[in-house]
Every structure is written in C-alpha cells, then in structure tokens.
C-alpha cells in the first residue's frame, strides 16, 4: 500500500490574544491519498485558511505531525526552523500548489507568462503552458494580462498555474469565494475535472456545502475552535 501524500496527527493551533492564547483548533488529523480529495468546512474564523497554512509550511503547529509526501515536520523535533523552512520551500516549488481565493498573479506578466514563471520553478516543461490555458477555455487570452480579464478568467489562469507545475497535491483556499455564483460553478468545475483526470490529491476549504460533496471527505471545524478527524 503506497503510503499517503498528506498525514497530519493531532494537530493543534491557538494564537496570543494579550496575556491569554485563544484555541483555534485541536486533535486535528487528516490522511490523504493520491486522487482523494478532502473539504475543510466551517465559518469564518474557524481555522480552515489556518489548517492549510500548517498543511504547506507557512504556519507551524502548537503540537502534532505532519507528514507530507514523505517529509516528516514534528513540532518537538530538534531539527533548526532554517532546515525545516528549506524542506517545506522546496516542496511549495515543486509538488504542492496553492490556490487562494484572490488569483495569485503578478500583475506585469502575461497570463502565459504567469504560468511559465510556475512551471519554470517547478522545473516543469514550458511547452505545456499554453496547452494548459487551452484546456481551461482561455487559451485566446494568453498574451493579455491580469488587469485585461475578467476575474473568472484569472482564476483559470491561477489553476493553469498550479496545474503546469504537476503537483502532487493541490491547497485551495475558497477559490471561488470572489466569484459570481455561475463562475465558481464553472471554475470549480473545472477544478474537479482536472484533478480527476490527473490524480492530484485536494484539499479544499470552503463554506460551501455544495462543493464540499463533491469531495471525497469533509473535515468539519466548528465555531472557530473545532477538533475533529476527517470522513
């Protein structure tokens, strides 16, 4: 049996509020295979974007494990915070991406140009970019920039992005939050046609019920200050 992509054990976080430590979340744990895909549910200030920063590095736990992809980041390990950072930089660059709920673009790049600076740190190949923004409907606009499409078409530029660096697992963080109702139904759409067709593990937060069933798992983080397991 292949072992997971992600293994997160006990996870639990809380942040300084004056003299007290406010509890976000605790005893999380979540085991994600390659293909799977897993919803983070709750309202906002749950701990959703939180978990997903423990998830790629960005935020360290209070306490628990994470095994990514192989990697193992314990809390109480004696391995310096420089080594850790350059372990989780590494797989950002290369085997995990991010999605946010604002399009992550730079704004003096073409979209083309955009997703070919992705691929590039990713040591991917940049023949297949273009193919990638002709796969999600905007193929045409490749030349224009961010401030010249609209922002459904920038959030299909965003997967582009993430898609060409062929991850392993994919973070979204309410992708779709910005958008209309039809678009995120369409951008979200094609999100979960091409992790299906690639067999990307995913990790999507969201409040919405709706997509949250197209996920295979749903790990709920109620009123800010949830505990739980996903199923």
Known sequence: MSQPVLDARDLGKSFASG???????????????????????GRSGSGKSTLLN?????????NGVITLL????????????????????RLRRRQVGVMFQEANLMPALSLLDNVRLRARLAEQPLEQCQAWLD???????????????????RQRAALAMVFAMNPDLILADEPTGSLDRRTAEEVSAELFRLQAQTGVALVLATHDPELAERCRMTLDLAHGAGSGRAS
């Not at 423990?54 to 209070?62: A, N, S, T």
């Open 19 to 41: 003299a007290e430590r406010i509890a976000v979340f605790s005893g999380v744990s979540v085991s994600l295979a390659a293909g799977q895909s897993l919803a983070l549910m």
């Open 54 to 62: 423990l998830f790629c590095g960005l935020e360290r736990p209070d």
């Open 70 to 89: 192989g990697e193992r980041f314990d809390c109480r390990a004696v391995e310096g915070f420089r080594e850790q950072e350059k372990r989780w930089a």
């Open 135 to 153: 796969r999600l409907g905007i193929g045409e606009l490749a030349r224009r920039y961010p401030d010249q499409v609209s922002g459904g078409q």
